[in-house]
């Protein structure tokens, strides 16, 4: 059941990053620095992916979840749905790669370096797809930490409290 809610919530997160694009445009994430609507939902993303890694078959679950996702948001916007895809498939890559030798040295470690490396991939991915430009990198840096600064804190909690 765990592992459906947090498929659910990945989808719900990769069609919300997508749909608040296409409807408010650019954010301030910063005084001075803007990027796109889609990056708060982007952000709670990648915790939400490491989740998802902990249940069993999760590296399965994720691909699926990112294409579904993007096949929901193929009704809003292709351009947008199509850069997500791609930026989030290959983030996954990176995630992955960091994400699991890591988890050996623990959960907090291994979801806030493989979630730097992830958002980092997934934002110069998603603005060249998307837009043709690295214009808005550093909001897009920016406003995905700030949403994992404040997930990773609370997942920690979440799950010590389920663990006790």
């Known amino acids: ?12 997160t990769v069609f919300g990053a997508n749909w608040a694009i296409e409807h408010y445009g650019f954010v301030s ?17 990648f915790t939400v992916r490491d989740l998802l890694h902990e249940q069993k078959r999760g590296v399965i679950w ?6 579904a996702g993007a096949a929901c948001s193929l009704l809003i916007s292709p351009v ?17 790669a960091v994400y699991h030798p ?5 959960w907090l470690p291994a979801v806030a370096v493989s979630n730097a490396v992830g958002l980092a991939v ?3 991915l998603f ?17 995905k930490a700030y949403m994992t600064a404040l997930a990773i ?7 010590k409290r389920s663990v006790a």
């Not at 994430?29 to 993303?45: E, H, N, S, T, Y």
């Not at 890591?102 to 623990?106: C, I, M, P, S």
């Not at 603005?127 to 406003?143: M, R, Y």
């Not at 804190?153 to 799950?159: A, F, G, I, Q, Y």
């Open 80 to 96: 947008f749905a199509t850069a997500s895809a791609a930026a989030f498939l290959f983030s996954e890559l990176a995630d992955f």
């Open 62 to 67: 994720v691909p699926a979840a990112i294409l």
């Open 153 to 159: 804190p609370l997942v920690w909690l979440l799950r």
């Open 122 to 124: 997934d934002s110069a």
């Open 29 to 45: 994430v910063a005084p001075g620095v803007q990027a796109p609507a889609g990056v708060f939902f982007a952000g709670i993303a």
């Open 102 to 106: 890591l988890r050996q040295k623990g």
């Open 127 to 143: 603005l060249w797809l998307a837009f043709g430009s690295l214009d808005f990198i550093e909001g897009q840096i920016l406003g």
């Open 1 to 12: 059941m765990r592992i459906l809610i947090l498929f659910t919530m990945f989808v719900a």
